[in-house]
Nanobody, 124 residues
Framework: QVQLVESGGGLVQAGGSLRLSCAPSGRTFSSVYMGWFRQAPGKKREFVAAISWSRGSTYYADSVKGRFTISRDNAKNTVYLQMNSLKPEDTAVYYC?????????????????WGQGTQVTVSS
């Protein structure tokens, strides 16, 4: 089992910044990618960003490219999502997740374990 604990959500004005953290624990040795997804009310859960533990390769949804940065600290076993230039449409519950699959990092169904989610609200 793997447990994921997110933190760092909150309320921010448009144009502001937030940093989310995700700390996995448990049987994490098989994890290949850590991903961030988000879900707004009435919408499907969507891919935001992913990072590979081994090489640090990063991937982003077009909607956040250039504004969000995903990173990892292997020593702390923590993944971060730095969110800058936030827009009201970024408002959602943000989830971190982990997968042992080497493929399809942007597909939610491919992830094995999920955190409880953290709310991000961007006011206009």
């Amino acid at each position: 089992q793997v447990q994921l604990v997110e933190s760092g959500g909150g309320l921010v004005q448009a144009g502001g910044s937030l940093r989310l953290s995700c700390a996995p624990s448990g049987r994490t040795f098989s994890s290949v990618y850590m991903g961030w997804f988000r879900q707004a009310p009435g919408k499907k859960r969507e891919f935001v960003a992913a990072i590979s533990w081994s090489r640090g390769s990063t991937y982003y949804a077009d909607s956040v490219k250039g504004r969000f940065t995903i990173s990892r600290d292997n020593a702390k076993n923590t993944v971060y999502l730095q969110m800058n230039s936030l827009k009201p449409e970024d408002t959602a519950v943000y989830y971190c997740a982990t997968t042992s699959s080497r493929y399809y990092y942007s597909i939610a169904g491919n992830y094995d374990y999920w955190g409880q989610g953290t709310q991000v609200t961007v006011s206009s």
